[in-house]
């Protein structure tokens, strides 16, 4: 018998923390975050952390496990995570996986299967050589080779995200196939699990509005400091942690390069940006599960909704 599984995603700024500690609640269930920056420690208001009064009681999984100097990457997620969904089901709970990371909850639905290569230590020549163009030839250019080989990547690995555009460079030279379609082959794998994939969503002007309210909010908050502090620390803007939306775009104006007000219109941008290539991604996946915050209006609703589906499909 397959052992159940939640997932509740959608894209950032959407709501899912406060639904996902009631379905929690709800349910006798433990969450784990499926979000690649809430894993660093140091680093909370430009990843909208949840606080320790917010969880209510919850467990939380995945939060605060890294220092904001280490790397982190899918295989370090999928290991992290299962070992969580262990000791959960040990205790006779549900796991619910919270994130808008769609590559991270893909990894766990279709247990996909990826080597440890990334964390051996070892540059391979031809990564070397990617770095290099990268150094001499900016990340807009690495991603044009990347669009060459393998478009549909091209399309769901953002330019910025140097390392992932790297890696599906070098899997296309070491396989002589995109690492899209191996990714595709293991999406038909069928899932070890009974899983329920919600994509919690609502109208695109009033989901951008939310967004510019949170940047705005983090602002004041101390967003600035925060990235501050991350520098003096010791992190650089080429680690992993400071690739973050909510960081690459304040170091600027830290360095003096832009104003604030031009800093803060980037971040906006940027992230309105974002949250359109999430949705993109969750419409091609299958067995999604569309939560509709406008039709749906209450958090009641919602988790009344949820809850009748996971009754039909036997998770619950």
């Known amino acids: 018998m397959k052992k159940p599984l939640i997932i ?7 709501g899912k923390t406060e639904l996902s500690i009631r379905l929690a ?10 979000d690649s920056m809430q894993v660093y420690r140091r680093m909370d208001i430009g990843t909208a ?3 320790p009064e917010e ?11 890294l220092d904001s100097k280490e790397d982190f990457n899918i295989y370090l997620f999928q290991k992290y995570a299962k070992a969580a969904m262990e000791q959960i089901y040990d205790r006779g709970k549900i796991p619910i996986i919270v994130g808008g990371t769609g590559f991270y909850i893909q990894s766990i639905i279709y247990d996909i299967e990826f080597n440890d290569e990334d964390n051996s230590g070892n540059e391979s020549a031809y990564r070397k050589e990617l770095n290099d163009y990268y150094e001499k030839n900016g990340a807009s250019k690495l991603h044009e080779l990347l669009r060459e080989v393998d ?23 070491e396989n002589n196939y995109p690492i899209s379609k191996h990714n595709e082959e293991q999406k038909l794998k069928e899932s070890p699990y009974n899983f329920a994939y919600f994509v919690l969503n609502q109208n695109r002007d009033i989901l951008y509005d939310r967004i510019e309210k949170r940047i705005d909010i983090m602002i004041n908050e101390g967003l600035v400091d925060e990235v501050k502090s991350l520098l003096g620390y010791g992190c650089t803007p080429d680690m992993v942690s400071m690739q973050g939306i909510g960081y690459k775009e304040i170091i600027p104006y830290i360095e003096g390069k832009c104003s604030l007000e031009e800093a803060v219109y980037i971040l906006k941008r940027d992230t309105r940006h974002f949250a359109k290539r999430q ?36 998770i619950i």
Do not use: C
């Open 55 to 65: 969880m209510d009681g919850v467990p939380h999984h995945l939060i605060d496990i």
């Open 8 to 14: 509740l995603t959608g894209p950032t700024a959407v």
């Open 25 to 34: 609640k709800e349910l006798n269930g433990e969450i784990i975050s499926a």
């Open 49 to 51: 952390k949840i606080k």
């Open 279 to 314: 949705l993109t991604w969750f419409r091609r996946e299958r067995e999604v599960i569309w939560v509709d915050k406008d039709k749906l209006t209450t958090v009641d609703e919602q988790i009344k909704y949820m809850k009748q589906v996971l009754v039909e499909r036997m």
């Open 151 to 173: 478009p549909v990547s091209a399309d769901t690995i953002h330019e910025n995200n140097v390392k992932r555009v790297i890696r599906a460079l070098e899997f296309f030279k």
